[in-house]
C-alpha cells in the first residue's frame, strides 16, 4: 500500500533527500445569514519536497499517488543551484497541548445560538461558528518525524446599525480559541456599543495632533504590514522599510510567542518541523526577522523556525502570536479620534509599507461620550506608524494575533 | 456520482447537488535572488450539498464515499426557511480552449520569466524583481437530483510582475499583472509593454508625490473605473450584502446620470475578462445582469435562494473557490458601458484634479463607502496632464460619487483580479472607460 514512507524511501533510493509536509483536516462551520449554511469538511493532502546538489522539486496532491514524486522531481529543472536548498533537519520536539476534544456540531449551535441573542437588540447581519481538528506532520528521508494534532474554535458575528434609510458601516466582533468558553458576553457587549456609536456619524471638522488606535484596528493595519516587514526574506531582498541597523523606537519591544496555549495560531514545530521557540524581534531596533531553513541559510542567520505552510506550497515565512509592549501607558481618550476598523489595507504599498486606507469605525471620545466619525482616510506608512507611538495602554486585548493595548500615534495624517 | 444524489434523496432531501473539482496547478516564480516553484500539484475534491427539513447541510471530502451523504444530512442546521429556484433538467459540456495551444515546457517558461527579470533590472535603480507565472487547468464537474449534468474546461494563467528600486535614498515599488484563458500570457500579451509600464510606475513613484488630503475632480482611467464597478458598487449588488446595505431600498430609483449603465456578466471578449462563467457552482447558466441600467437601480446577484427571496430570475452568480468552499454570491465580469466624450475633452475640462491610472486593489463597506489604492497617478492643471503622484488613496462614498459622475468616455478596455469574499477567492474581471467625477483623494492632511 502507498503511504509516505514508501514514497520517501522510494525517494531515497533514487539519491535524493526528500521529505513529505501532511494534513488531515476536519472542520465544522456554521453561517446563519438571512440564508443559514453548514460546512463540514473532511480533507487530507501531501506535499513533497525533493533536495539533490542544492536544487529543490516541489508537488502536492490531495491524494498519496507514485505520480507525485515524479512531478515534483520534474520541477527541480527550473530550480537554480543554491546551498540555501537543503532539507532541514528535524529533531524531536516538546510537543504543547494544542489538542482539546469537542464534538463541532455541539459547540458551534452553542455559539451561533448565544450570540443569536443579539437580533432585536442590533441589525445582525451574520453569525458565524467554526471548529476544526487538523493533524499535521512532517516525515524525511532521514528517518525523522513529527506530528501533532490541533485545534481551534471560532466565533464571530457582523452587525450595523440601520434605520430607514441610514445605513451604518458593518462592525466585526470575533474571538479564536481553544478550549470552549462559558459565554461569549464580551463580544456581545463590544458589538452593541460599537453599533450604537454609528447610529450617527459626523464629519471630522479639525486636524487631529495624534489618533488612537484600538487593539483591532491594529490588527487590521498594524498586523499585515509588520508581518511582511519582518520577514527575512524581504529583509534579504531590500523589500522592507524596517532596517536592521536603525533605532526604530526605544522603548518598543514586540515578541513574536508561538507557545501560547489558548492561541489557535501556536504550533510545536514550525512549517518544516523545527521546534518552536520566542523570538524577540524588536526591543527599540530590529533583533531578528523571521526566517525558515532557506531564507536563514542565504541570509546567513539564525533560524527562528517561523516557516508557515499548507501542504499545497513551499513554506514561507509567518509570525505567530505577536505581543506589543511600549514604556509609556497613558492614553488620555479624552477629546482624540479613536480608530477602531480600517479598510483596504491590501491595497497598501508593501515593500515601502506606505497606505492609505478608511477607517468605516472610528469615534471622537468628547467629555466620555463617543461621537461617530464618517468618512475618514488614514495615510501614512508603517515607520510612521511605529515611530509615531506615544503610549499603549497597559489594559491589552487579542484580536486575530495581536495581543496590543490601546495606541496613541502621532504624524499618521487623518482627513 | 449520481449514487450519491439518489441516496440523499432516499434518505429525505428534497434537494442534492454534487460539485467536483479538478485542478492541475502551477506557479513559478523568478526574483533576483530565487528560480523556484512556488506550487505545483493537483487538487481534487467534491462538494455533496443536501436540502433537507428546510435547511442546508454540507459535507466536503476528498474520498467519495456513502457515508458523505449521511454527513451532510447531519450537519443540516437553520431556520427550516430554505426555499430554491429549482430548474429543467440540463446536460451540457463547455470546453474554453485557448485561442492558441499551449506548448510550453517549464523550462521555456522559466526562461520567459528571466527575460523579463533581466530587461527590467537593466535599470540600475531596480535593486529587487518578483517574476511569477501561475497556470490553473480546471475541470468541474456539477450534478444536481434535477437531472442536471454540467461539465465545464478551462486554463487560466497569468504573469505578475512586482520591482522595487532605490534612488537618492528614496525606496518606490510598482507592479503590473496580466490574466487571460486565451492561452499562454506572454503570447497573448506584448511581454516589452509590461517591462515598459512596471519601469515607468517605478520612475513615477521616485519622483512622485503624495498629493493633498482633500475632495477633487479626477479622472479615472478603465482600471480604475473597472474596480470601481466591482468594489463600490458591485459588492453592494450581490444580494447576501445587499439585503442588509444601501442599494437594496433604492431598486428602481435613479442614482446615476442616464449615461451610466454598469453591469456583471457571464462573459466578455476581451482577453483579460477572467470572471468567465458560462454556468455557475449551482449549475445556473449565466445571464448579463445590469445593475445600473441608465442610472436606475435594476437588478441584483442572486444564487438559487435569493432569487426567490427577492423574485429575479436567477443568474449565474454562484461560485465557489473549490471544493472546500460553499457558493457565495460572486461577481464575474463586472464594468460600466462606454460613453461618448473622448479622454482628451475630459481632461481639458480640468483646472486643479488628478489623473487616476492605475489601483492596487480596493474594498467597500455595505453602508457604501469605498476606498482604493492608487500606485499610478498625475496631478492635472489647467487641462495638462503634469507630475506623477506617490502611492495614495481615493475613498468616498458610492451613492454620492455615481450621482457626480459628469462624464463617461468612448474607450473601454478590461482588467483581471482575484476577489475575496468569505475567505475565499475567485477570478473576475473588472473594467469601463474613463470617468470624469469628483471623489476623496487620501495624502497629506
Known sequence: MLDVTSILDKAKNLGLSAEIYYVERKEYEITREKQTFSKSLNESGYGLRVFKDGRVGFAYSTKLEESLLQRSMDTMKVSEKDEA??????????????????????????????????????????????AYEVKVGLENTEGEKVEETRSGIYAGVIANYVDGSYVGPEIYEY???????????TI????????????????????????????????????????????????????????????????????????????????????????????????????????????ARKAHVENTASAYRNYSSQPVISPTNLLVRYAEHSVEENSKVVVDSVQGVHTSNFDTGEFSVVSPVAWLIKDGKRIGLRELTVTGDLLQL?????????????????????????????? | MLNLLRRAEELGSVFADLRSFYVDDLSLNVSESREYVQTNGIESGHSLRVL??????????????????????????????????????????????PKKEVNKGIEEIRDDLRKIKE????????????????????????????????????????????????DSGVMASAYYGVATYEGYPLEVFDENSMVDIILKRINNQLKGKVPTAGESEVILSPDVVGVFSHEALGHLAEADLAVNGILYPLRGKKIAPDFVTIVDSPRHDLPMSIGITPYDDEGVEGREIKILDNGIVSEFLVDRYFAVFLGQRPSGNARAEDFRSPVLIRMRNTYMYPGKWSVEEMISEIKDGYLVVSPLGGQTSPDGTFQFGIQEGYRIEKGEV???????????????????????????????????????SVPVGTGGPHVKVKVKVGGNA
Not at chain 1, 495624534?210 to 519582518?230: D, N
Not at chain 2, 456513502?66 to 454527513?71: D, F, G, L
Open chain 2, 52 to 97: 433537507y427539513n428546510g435547511n442546508w447541510g454540507y459535507s466536503s471530502f476528498v474520498n467519495p464515499g456513502s457515508e458523505e451523504v449521511k454527513r451532510a444530512i447531519d450537519s443540516a442546521y437553520g431556520d427550516e426557511k430554505v426555499n430554491i429556484v429549482y430548474l429543467p433538467p440540463k446536460h451540457d459540456e463547455v470546453k474554453i480552449r
Open chain 1, 188 to 295: 456581545k457587549d463590544t458589538i452593541i456599543s460599537k453599533v450604537q456609536s454609528t447610529a450617527k456619524r459626523i464629519k471630522l471638522d479639525f486636524v487631529p495632533k495624534s489618533v488612537i488606535f484600538t487593539p483591532k484596528a491594529m490588527s487590521e493595519l498594524f498586523v499585515p504590514l509588520f508581518s511582511r516587514a519582518i520577514s527575512e526574506e524581504y529583509a534579504y531582498r531590500r523589500r522592507t522599510p524596517l532596517r536592521s541597523n536603525d533605532i526604530i523606537k526605544e522603548g518598543l519591544k514586540i515578541v513574536d510567542d508561538p507557545t501560547i496555549g489558548d492561541s489557535i495560531y501556536s504550533r510545536s514545530f514550525d512549517g518544516e518541523g523545527i521546534e518552536s521557540k520566542l523570538n524577540v524581534i524588536l526591543d527599540g531596533q530590529i533583533k531578528t526577522y523571521l526566517s525558515n531553513t532557506y531564507w
Open chain 2, 386 to 424: 503634469k507630475e506623477p503622484l506617490r502611492n495614495f488613496g481615493i475613498a468616498g462614498y458610492t451613492l454620492e460619487t455615481l450621482g457626480r459622475i459628469e462624464a463617461v468616455s468612448k474607450n473601454f478596455d478590461m482588467w483581471p483580479g482575484f476577489c475575496g469574499k468569505g475567505g475565499q
Open chain 1, 85 to 130: 536548498n537543503y532539507l532541514p533537519e528535524i529533531k524531536p520536539v516538546n510537543s504543547l497541548p494544542l489538542f482539546y476534544k469537542v464534538d463541532p456540531f455541539e459547540i458551534c449551535k452553542t455559539y451561533i445560538e448565544e450570540l443569536s441573542d443579539l437580533r432585536g437588540k442590533i441589525n445582525v447581519i451574520s453569525i458565524t461558528s467554526s
Open chain 1, 386 to 415: 511605529i515611530r509615531g507611538i506615544l503610549a499603549i495602554s497597559k489594559a491589552e486585548e487579542t484580536y486575530g494575533n495581536l495581543t496590543i493595548g490601546n495606541v496613541e500615534v502621532e504624524g499618521i495624517s487623518i482627513a
Open chain 2, 119 to 166: 530587461k527590467v533590472m537593466q535599470d540600475s535603480r531596480v535593486k529587487a524583481i518578483s517574476v511569477r507565472y501561475f497556470n490553473q487547468k480546471v475541470r468541474k464537474e456539477y450534478y444536481s437530483t434535477e437531472d442536471r449534468e454540467i461539465l465545464q474546461e478551462y486554463s487560466l494563467s497569468g504573469v505578475y510582475l512586482s520591482a522595487v528600486a532605490f
Open chain 1, 175 to 185: 474571538s479564536t480559541f481553544r478550549y470552549p468558553k462559558k459565554d461569549l458576553t
